[in-house]
């Protein structure tokens, strides 16, 4: 299974952490990305067979393998900051004009956002004619080049916006609900069409423990932690990452992320829409059969143990 060390991510990490998966699937073992690119790229190789990954990432990577994988399952929305380096006086979109913006890397979600922003501001980036310099970052490496100034703005995900906004006092110039209402669909379930067709039973095994899961996570999103469900997700991050997230950079995180097994198919087909805009994929590609709810739909069969 593919996922990253993020707070959108929150499933997977817990998933991992208080060992939810290993019980229900023995043998399961876990692959860290930075980004959906990567991730996808793991997934036609058959290093991983089940990812939490983007909707920007998965929506290419279905057109790009004619059907080679499926949208099983939601998992989070919103979960995206746009944040601008203190004293660069950047307080709007429109701001960026000449300046350098970091996201995690070409063609993933918050890279394909933040051209639609652009777009709508009458921007675009350098390589299309414009002012505004793109560059791929890790978003651990955020932090360090925001503190020397080599970028005046990002675009990432949780936890690693309200780190910046938290950690060097960056200016938000778009919450999460400001960038499509909060609906960006930022975390979605994939599974490997071969994958799928071998082995229906372990996926839909699979999508019960990632259903508990969301549960237990919806209630950190409002605030309201039970059984230790927000220290168990910081703890596992520090295994991954190498340091904890401070308890407001957590709180701050989880409160910018909705968690939920609903498939947004509207917001999916205006995702395609951006990727298109921005040249990622070509007009009028079929995504009608990307979303598949026959795993979801079986998962109180009691045929399937």
Not at 142 to 160: C, I, K, N
């Amino acid at each position: 299974m593919g996922y990253f060390p993020n707070i959108t991510h929150a499933q997977a990490v817990l998933g991992f952490g208080t060992g939810a998966f290993a019980r229900a699937l023995p043998g399961v073992q876990g692959e860290v990305f930075n980004a959906g690119p990567d991730e996808m790229n793991a997934l036609f190789a058959g290093a991983i067979d089940i990812g939490y990954i983007g909707a920007g990432p998965a929506i290419k990577g279905y057109v790009a393998s004619h059907g080679g994988l499926y949208i099983v399952a939601g998992a989070a929305t919103g979960g995206s900051l746009l944040v601008a380096r203190a004293g660069t006086g950047i307080k709007t979109v429109k701001d960026l004009a000449g300046k350098k913006v970091a996201i995690p890397q070409l063609r993933n979600t918050q890279d394909i956002l933040l051209r639609a922003l652009l777009a709508r501001a009458h921007l675009a980036p350098t390589e299309r004619g414009g002012t505004v310099r793109l560059l791929a970052v890790q978003n651990p490496d955020t932090l360090a080049l925001f503190e020397r100034g080599d970028l005046d703005a990002a675009l990432v995900p949780e936890p690693w916006g309200s780190r910046l906004v938290k950690m060097t006092g960056a200016r938000i110039v778009l919450d999460w609900r400001q960038i499509d209402g909060g609906t960006t669909p930022v975390t979605v379930v994939i599974v490997a069409a071969p994958f799928l067709k071998a082995h229906p039973d372990l996926v839909v095994r699979f999508l019960r423990v990632h259903v508990q899961l969301t549960r237990q996570v919806q209630g950190t999103h409002l605030g309201q932690s039970k059984g230790g469900v927000a220290a168990a997700l910081n703890a596992q991050i520090k295994a991954l990452t190498g340091k904890a997230l401070s308890a407001g950079v957590l709180a701050s995180a989880l409160a910018r992320t909705s968690f939920s097994t609903t498939i947004n198919q509207r917001a999916l087909t205006r995702f395609a829409g951006y990727s298109i805009a921005a040249g990622y994929l070509k007009k009028d590609v079929p995504i009608a059969g990307l979303v598949n709810t026959w795993p979801l739909a079986h998962m109180n069969d009691a045929a399937i143990k």
